[in-house]
Nanobody, 121 residues
């Protein structure tokens, strides 16, 4: 069994910063891509950023220069640093990862439960 648990969401004023964390636990052999998605009320879930096992990154255009994704492979944890936050960044932020499990050795995709980020104007 594998779990992803996010933390760090909060209410913040526009221009402020937050740091989200997502820790993977359980029967993990290795982790490939780790991703952050977000979903605002009434909108589809969208990809925010990706970090691959080798450390290369991808960012959606709407967060380039403001958000930074990083990972600590020893802790099976991915982070998202959110700077210069805007009201339109308000959403539930979800962690997502492609994980090889110890038992069975299969690559599966897992989701966390989400953490709320609210940016006030």
């Amino acid at each position: 069994q594998v779990q992803l648990v996010e933390s760090g969401g909060n209410l913040v004023q526009a221009g402020g910063s937050l740091r989200l964390s997502c820790a993977a636990s359980g029967s993990i052999y290795s982790i490939n891509n780790m991703n952050w998605y977000r979903q605002a009320p009434g909108k589809q879930r969208e990809l925010v950023a990706t970090i691959r096992s080798g450390g290369s990154t991808y960012y959606a255009d709407f967060v380039k220069g403001r958000f930074t994704i990083s990972r600590d492979n020893a802790k099976n944890t991915v982070y998202l640093q959110l700077n210069s936050l805007k009201p339109e960044d308000t959403a539930v932020y979800y962690c997502n990862a492609d994980i090889y499990t110890v038992v069975g050795g299969r690559l599966r995709n897992y989701w966390g439960q989400g953490t709320q980020v609210t940016v006030s104007s």
